[in-house]
């Protein structure tokens, strides 16, 4: 993980972000599936990546190999021992890239960031400048 200042301000607003739509998707689907039965219910801890259904969010990657070079791999985990159709999951990723580029003109106005399917995964790519943020 980069330490830079800019670096930091960038991943906690992208953190917000993804904050955001974990609680959307906690309470369209939350009661969808049992929790892991080591998972804490949504909203009983001090970060949404420890509680609830749903862990979202993006993790840097230096884009070797990408047809979009470097970005943020978006990531959706659903934390159940039960089987979630492949179906589901499509809808999930669906809703979480439409609202994820929705949002992302909110959380980093003026910058062009744009979402698409990079293989197996999508992915925020443009300008990842730290300049202003």
Not at 45 to 57: A, C, I, Q, W
């Amino acid at each position: 993980m980069l330490n830079h200042p800019e670096t930091l301000k960038w991943e906690k607003k992208l953190k917000k972000l993804f904050d955001e739509i974990d609680d959307y998707l906690e309470a369209r689907y939350g009661e969808t599936y049992p929790l892991h039965p080591s998972r804490a219910k949504w909203g009983t801890t001090s970060n949404k990546e420890h509680d609830g259904l749903f862990n979202v969010g993006a993790s840097f990657t230096t884009g070797l190999g990408s047809d979009y070079g470097p970005g943020y791999v978006i990531e959706v985990r659903l934390v159940t021992l039960s089987e979630v159709s492949e179906e589901l999951r499509e809808e999930i990723a669906t809703e979480v890239v439409a609202l994820a580029q929705e949002k992302l003109t909110q959380y980093f106005p003026g910058k062009l960031l744009k979402i698409a399917r990079d293989g197996n995964v999508y992915k925020i790519y443009g300008d990842l400048s730290l300049g202003k943020l």
